[in-house]
């Protein structure tokens, strides 16, 4: 940020068109307090053991059901999924299945 406000200022300070601008730059950077970065930087190293397999049941459902008053949308559903498979919700447009899955 600072750079960019002293190209303006340098670019600009001799044109009389932009001396109000300029001036207001000027000071706006007098104004800021200048911090020194760090010299030294440290770094931080992380290792992390390797996780262990996960169980072979993802997802176990048994007798869910879902419903908005007399619509049924499932009816005492089992539903497992096992690892490395792959689900999916279809449905027409307007069937709920935003709504179905939350």
């Not at 303006?8 to 970065?37: N, T, Y």
């Not at 397999?53 to 879902?66: F, I, N, P």
């Not at 005492?76 to 027409?92: K, M, S």
């Amino acid at each position: 940020m600072l750079a960019k406000e002293i190209a303006f200022i340098e670019r600009f300070k001799a044109r009389a068109s932009h001396a109000a601008q300029v001036q207001s730059r000027v000071k706006k950077l007098d104004k800021i307090d200048r911090v020194e970065p760090p010299r030294r930087r440290q770094t931080l190293s992380f290792e992390f053991a390797p996780a262990p397999r996960s169980g072979d049941s993802v997802a176990l459902l048994k007798q869910v059901s879902k419903s908005y008053g007399s619509r049924t949308i499932y009816k005492e559903l089992d539903l497992q999924i096992r690892r490395q498979e792959r689900c999916c919700i279809l449905g027409v447009n307007g069937a709920g299945k935003s709504t179905s899955s939350s």
